[in-house]
């Protein structure tokens, strides 16, 4: 994977409870390495639980409520799958504001399995190509999106792949999309 320095960046990982735990778990810490600080944000407050496919997993600390996050001050946002989160996500008007402001104002959006259900709630989908995991192609594709079967997709500033095995390439073109958005944001040498 390519070094990438992603100082300064704030990056938003929006899950609630059931989200699939390696699809946060592991952009976060790519992220993090590459130096962006990670902020996890849940509808709701203490910790959300990660699963394993259908079996629980961990808990984790949220570091902020969705009431409190204003997405103009994050470069960019992750959206774990796992379909109980996913599901509940899709329905939350808050969750919707969220990435329609990111997505008005073209930051990225890194997107896996059922996150994309939030960007179809959240009429996003019309005329952009994304993947997801197989189950919810119906859905992209019957809300005006194109759907793709590959490990992953960039379509402008939307990320996406269907299911953990793609992670390395979904990490690998997450930070990708986030050095070149941090790149145009500095400014130029005079010369």
Known sequence: MAQHNLNHMRVAILVTDGFEQVEMTEPRQALDRAGAKTVLVSPQSGQVQGFHHHDKGDRFPVDMSLDDANPDE???????GGGLNADSLRVNPKAQAFVKRIDETNRPIAVICHGA???VS???TPGRTLTSY????DDIRNSGGNWEDREVVRDRNWVSSRNPRDLPAFNRETLELLAQQQSQKQPQAVG
């Open 134 to 137: 197989h189950t919810i192609v």
């Open 122 to 124: 959240a009429e996003l």
């Open 117 to 119: 259900w939030l960007l």
């Open 74 to 80: 994050f470069d960019g946002v992750v959206l774990p």
